[in-house]
């Protein structure tokens, strides 16, 4: 089964830019269809970003459309680019992986689709 690493994040002012990691390992990382997702204090864990397992198909939440994207870096890394950053993006941002046999261009917006999660990463954005 593959394990999940999330780095990157950390504190920044509102308008700035943080690029989040995933690294996977144990397993080969193209079987996975990969997402983000974020957990603020007090709320329910919701998606950010999914990305299909070849990398061509992406889906994201509305409230970050336009200002973060998600990519498929190298062979075992997923990435999240977050620009035009505001207060109400401070969560706990975590990754999660979904494992299928064929179905090469499918993304998942549900966190139930998902087995396999990381650690999380905190992202701190200041007004």
């Known amino acids: 089964q593959v394990q999940l690493v999330e780095s990157g994040g950390g504190l920044v002012q509102a308008g700035g830019s943080l690029r989040l990691s995933c690294a996977a390992s144990g397993d080969t990382f193209s079987r996975y269809a990969m997402g983000w997702f974020r957990q603020a204090p007090e709320k329910e864990r919701e998606f950010v970003a999914a990305i299909s397992k070849r990398g061509s198909n992406t889906h994201y939440a509305d409230s970050v459309k336009g200002r973060f994207t998600i990519s498929r870096d190298n062979m075992n890394t997923v990435s999240l680019q977050m620009n035009s950053l505001k207060p109400e993006d401070t969560a706990v941002y975590y990754c999660?992986?979904?494992?299928?046999?064929?179905?090469?261009?499918?993304?998942?917006?549900?966190?139930?689709?998902?087995?396999?999660w990381g650690q999380g990463t905190q992202v701190t954005v200041s007004s």
């Open positions: 999660a992986g979904k494992k299928l046999i064929g179905n090469y261009y499918s993304y998942y917006a549900a966190a139930y689709e998902y087995v396999y």
